[in-house]
Nanobody, 124 residues
Framework: QVQLVESGGGLVQAGGSLRLSCALS????????MGWFRQAPGKEREFVTA????????HYADSVKGRFTISRDNAKNTMYLQMNSLRPEDTAVYYC?????????????????WGQGTQVTVSS
């Protein structure tokens, strides 16, 4: 059984940075495409970014392109999200997720495994 655990969330001022981590257990992480999603209060869960199993391909939502960087260390079975130049509108619960192929990676319905989420709050 695959389990995902996020960490690294917190409170930061606008313009600041945070790094989120997502640890995968139960299987070898390189078997999975992994992604980050976020959900703000009263809004639907939205795609942030995804990375292929061996980090050859990445994909970012336009809203975070140039500010966020996704990476992974398969030796540690861990994925990361470096978030820079944070804005108040980035405030949300951030979830990591895993699936077995690259197609429609922006669609949360295509992901098989989810973490519990970590809160990111950006103050103005």
């Amino acid at each position: 059984q695959v389990q995902l655990v996020e960490s690294g969330g917190g409170l930061v001022q606008a313009g600041g940075s945070l790094r989120l981590s997502c640890a995968l257990s139960g299987r070898t992480s390189s078997s999975y495409v992994m992604g980050w999603f976020r959900q703000a209060p009263g809004k639907e869960r939205e795609f942030v970014t995804a990375i292929s199993g061996y980090a050859i391909r990445t994909h970012y939502a336009d809203s975070v392109k140039g500010r966020f960087t996704i990476s992974r260390d398969n030796a540690k079975n861990t994925m990361y999200l470096q978030m820079n130049s944070l804005r108040p509108e980035d405030t949300a619960v951030y979830y990591c997720a895993a699936r077995d192929n690259w197609s429609e990676r922006w669609n949360p319905e295509n992901y098989n495994y989810w973490g519990q989420g970590t809160q990111v709050t950006v103050s103005s």
